[in-house]
């Protein structure tokens, strides 16, 4: 089974900064694109940012400029530098990871990639 394991959420201040990480873990065969989304109380779960395997980065405009994804491919591993970060910023930020699962035998598992959600971090911009 995949698993993603987040950390890194907590309590900042209006204008500071957090980093978020996120790490897949499982028979990963290959990754398609690993991200964030965030959902606030009472809204639906919406997109932060996607970084695909090969393509270009795609923020939600509310963070351009103050948010950076990045990832390490060699650990499956994404994270969410979050700079002068605002009230309306908090959040539970989940990290999302569309891959193929392997066999365990060096082959893909039918199917097509799925769909994996980490279990959610919590973010509170507040003075």
């Known amino acids: 089974q995949v698993q993603l394991v987040e950390s890194g959420g907590g309590l900042v201040q209006p204008g500071g900064s957090l980093r978020l990480s996120c790490a897949a873990s499982g028979n990963i065969f290959s990754i398609v694109a690993m991200g964030w989304y965030r959902q606030a109380p009472g809204t639906e779960r919406r997109l932060v940012a996607v970084m695909p395997s090969g393509g270009s980065t795609n923020y939600a405009d509310s963070v351009k400029g103050r948010f950076t994804v990045s990832r390490d491919n060699a650990n499956d591993a994404v994270y969410l530098q979050m700079n002068s970060l605002k009230p309306e910023d908090t959040a539970v930020y989940y990290c999302?990871?569309?891959?193929?699962?392997?066999?365990?035998?060096?082959?893909?598992?039918?199917?097509?990639?799925?769909?994996?959600w980490g279990q959610g971090t919590q973010v509170n911009v507040s003075s």
């Open positions: 999302n990871a569309l891959l193929s699962e392997g066999t365990g035998r060096g082959a893909v598992r039918p199917g097509g990639p799925r769909n994996y």
